[in-house]
């Protein structure tokens, strides 16, 4: 019962979505341990001269990532973004569709 509740108090925190800079944070990371893991695994089964280790090296780096990026953690959710309001973005569109109908009018 116990771990129910601590399973369920778990996904609540990691259930908001990753904002960008988490996305980037993320990406970052897959891409430093999969490198990591793969120059790791070349030699140590070029060493070894089985290639089989080699590939289970370059597997356990794909587990570490899943493992570390699939969930929300709270390390990619720290940015707070200031989204622009909707009535500033149809003002924008509004005022550009004047000028290019000025400068329509005025091309003709």
Not at 15 to 22: H, I, L, N, T, Y
Not at 30 to 55: P, R
């Amino acid at each position: 019962f116990f771990f129910a509740l601590t399973m369920a108090s778990l996904m609540m925190n990691l259930s908001a979505p990753m904002d960008f800079e988490g996305q980037r944070k993320a990406e970052r990371l897959i891409h430093i341990i999969i490198t990591t893991c793969g120059c790791v695994g070349l030699v140590f089964g070029w060493f070894q001269q089985e290639y089989s280790k080699c590939v289970y090296t370059i597997f356990a780096g794909i587990a570490l990532c899943i493992l570390l990026v699939v969930p929300n953690w709270p390390y990619y959710k720290g940015t707070s973004m200031k989204w622009v309001d909707d009535d500033l973005v149809d003002k924008y569109w509004e005022e550009e569709a004047e000028k290019e109908k000025k400068d329509k009018d005025n091309g003709d």
